[in-house]
């Protein structure tokens, strides 16, 4: 069977887990962008266009789980920090812009889990569209697009971009990329 | 759900854990507080060698040298997260135990790996990373193929530079030739066994690019007469 969704273990301190969907053709992108904007869902959604790898948003929630524990985020929600932490950028409405979802129909949702508390069940069925297996998220891929965000056009070589993009995610608030 | 850390190893500036971190196989070096420092003090070196260090680290990858992955950087715990490579071997102890673990190829190993060594070091500055600590010990092999077995035997290994605390970015020609002398004074201390090590990994270093190599080699020969520390005269 296809693995449905990613899942991994956050930061232990955290006592969070990630849980992460791909969704296509959804028709309510304007409704779900509206209840994560004013706050009724707790969760992130993020273009899988720019997402080489499941671990990519990982490094960037379990980033924002440990900035939340320290009372050190720069977003006002972990679900923005996510996003924020996905972008090399300092400037917080581009990255939100950037990594977040506009009118496109495709998009990872994500949430932060606990053992006590889960709002993927409640959220998921309200998504208008067509659920996909995790695994499917390199059809979605666009490797320029994210070659560009992340400006690897320079690299001597294509092999292990994962490594690059994650080390300049987390190195992005003391270097300039 | 307690965090099981498992002491690796303990250096003078730090303690490294190992242990499995949003999934994979990680390694967490933690600058511990030093009692003698003034407290202010302590935690702005401290911060700053965790910055040096990550900031060679993502360098290293766009120049094409082979570094551990970073996956948190986090100064309120003093730890860099970064991928721990479970297969490995230092390049002091491969070379310490060349003659059981390449039987009958070591020459060729050597050759190999030397002529290895002296290309990244060349790239790292090349692309103006002064390492700083350049020693056998802060180089690693690891498998270029996971399910590989004989991977040492074989000689299928690619070479990863670990420990970039007290690297930096200089474009001068002292930097790199001091950067070349502290090398060759590691090796002749660990490995006097194979003296022409250093003469090796220096070829290569030369062979590798041409641009400003008599400058940095006659630098270097320079500080060799001199030793590690400039004169302070005048």
């Known amino acids: ?177 | 759900m307690v965090e099981e850390l498992k002491l690796y190893k303990q250096g003078a500036e730090a303690k490294l854990y190992i242990c499995n971190y949003i999934g994979k196989p990680t390694l967490i070096k933690e600058r511990f507080k030093k009692n003698y420092r003034h407290p202010d003090l302590d935690l702005s070196i401290t911060k700053d060698r965790i910055k040096n260090e990550a900031r060679s680290i993502v360098r290293c990858k766009a120049a094409g040298v082979l570094t551990p992955s970073l996956y948190l950087v986090d100064f309120d715990r003093r730890r860099i997260y970064m991928h721990h490579y479970e297969k490995n071997i230092t390049v002091k102890d491969f070379i310490i135990n060349i003659s059981n673990l390449c039987k009958g190829n070591e020459s060729y190993s050597l050759d190999l790996i030397t002529k290895i060594i002296g290309e990244t070091v060349r790239k790292l500055h090349e692309n103006n990373i002064i390492h700083g600590d350049l020693t056998t010990s802060n180089m690693l092999l690891v498998p270029k193929n996971e399910n590989e077995d004989n991977w040492m035997e074989k000689n299928d290994y690619e070479l990863v530079m670990i420990d970039f605390g007290l690297s930096y970015v200089d474009s001068s020609v002292e930097d790199k030739g001091v950067d070349l002398y502290v090398l060759e004074r590691a090796l002749i201390s660990t490995h006097n066994d194979y003296p022409e090590l250093f003469g090796k990994i220096l070829e290569a270093y030369k062979n590798y690019s041409k641009n400003n190599i008599k400058e940095i080699l006659s630098k270097f020969e320079d500080v060799r007469a001199r030793g590690r520390k400039r004169t302070m005269v005048g």
């Open chain 1, 1 to 177: 069977m296809q693995p449905e969704l990613y899942t991994c273990s956050l930061d232990p301190d955290t006592r969070t887990s990630l849980k992460m969907y791909l969704f296509e053709n959804v028709q309510n992108v304007s409704e779900i962008r509206n209840n994560i904007m004013k706050g009724i869902w707790n969760c992130a959604v993020i273009k899988p266009s720019l997402i080489l790898d499941p671990f990519q948003v990982a490094v960037a929630a379990n980033k924002a789980v440990v900035s939340g524990k320290y009372n050190s985020m720069v977003t006002r929600t972990v679900f923005a920090e996510i996003l924020y932490n996905l972008s090399l950028t300092k400037n917080i409405s581009q990255s939100l812009s950037k990594f977040g979802i506009e009118t496109d129909q495709d998009l990872l949702i994500c949430f932060v889990v606990t053992a006590e508390k889960d709002d993927s069940k409640e959220i998921l069925p309200q998504i208008e569209g067509k659920q996909r297996p995790i695994n499917e998220l390199g059809k979605f891929t666009n490797l320029k697009e994210i070659k560009s965000v992340y400006k690897l056009n320079n690299l001597k070589s294509d092999e292990n971009l994962l490594d690059v993009i994650v080390s300049r995610m987390v190195t992005k608030n003391f270097v300039s990329h």
